[in-house]
């Protein structure tokens, strides 16, 4: 019998990781881009991380916050802490993180 907790929490975690993973490096290159005197580079490369911002990062978020929810369906294990706290993050993300990266995207692309 297959165990489905145990394939959630892993493709919770693969998720958790490419997201925040994606979320740190997108940071990172956009603060060296930011310091670049070189206006085509910094055009090409935020489309780049505008790219990663919507198609990898934001999925991986919401593919974490779907398999977060059914593990803890599948998994009976009532609403913990940790699950309380990954709301919240999540809600952070969206609030914060989309709009930075969009933001600051859009803004390195007019240079």
Excluded at 31 to 53: N, P
Excluded at 58 to 81: D, N
Excluded at 87 to 98: D, N
Aim: aromatic residues 14%; hydrophobic residues 60%.
């Amino acid at each position: 019998m297959t165990n489905w907790y145990a394939w959630l929490k892993f493709l919770h975690v693969v998720a958790v990781t490419v997201w925040v993973g994606g979320l740190t490096c997108v940071i990172l290159v956009n603060r060296k881009l930011a310091q670049s005197a070189d206006r085509e580079a910094i055009a090409a490369v935020a489309g780049y991380t505008q790219f990663l911002g919507t198609r990898v990062i934001a999925a991986s978020a919401a593919i974490t916050l779907i398999t977060g929810v059914f593990a803890l369906i599948v998994g009976r294990v009532g609403f913990p802490l940790w699950a309380l706290w990954g709301f919240i993050v999540f809600a952070m993300f969206l609030t914060f993180g989309a709009t930075a990266i969009r933001t600051t995207s859009a803004e390195l692309q007019k240079h």
